[in-house]
């Protein structure tokens, strides 16, 4: 049974700084590239970070470059996003995506998500 399980949302004041965790079973995670996505009210998903599955490489989007880092560490299956420099506006539910394209299949997994709100 696949499982993709975020922590480590919360409330946060603007500048302030989160690390959130998605711990991964069920597949095998270090085949697997990881993304976050974020969500927040009345928005759609946006696409957040990617990390390799050997996590070699990483992408950010352009607003959260420098403030955002994304890594993994294959033998505890999880990946991490430490957040600073928050922002109100980054208020969300911030989503771990697993992806894998074998063969002719994607491979396409999601977690229920972990909710950040940046308020003073």
């Known amino acids: 049974q696949v499982q993709l399980v975020e922590s480590g949302g919360g409330l946060v004041e603007p500048g302030g700084s989160l690390r959130l965790s998605c711990a991964a079973s069920?597949?095998?995670?270090?085949?697997?590239?990881m993304n976050w996505y974020r969500q927040a009210p009345g928005k759609e998903r946006e696409w957040v970070a990617t990390i390799t599955s050997t996590g070699g490489s990483t992408s950010y989007a352009d607003s959260m470059k420098g403030r955002f880092t994304i890594s993994r560490d294959n033998a505890k299956n999880t990946v991490y996003l430490e957040m600073n420099s928050l922002k109100p506006e980054e208020t969300a539910v911030y989503y771990c995506?697993?992806?894998?394209?074998?063969?002719?299949?994607?491979?396409?997994?999601w977690g229920q998500g972990t909710q950040v709100t940046v308020s003073s």
């Open positions: 995506n697993a992806r894998r394209v074998y063969g002719m299949r994607q491979y396409n997994y």
């Open positions: 069920g597949f095998t995670f270090s085949s697997y590239t």
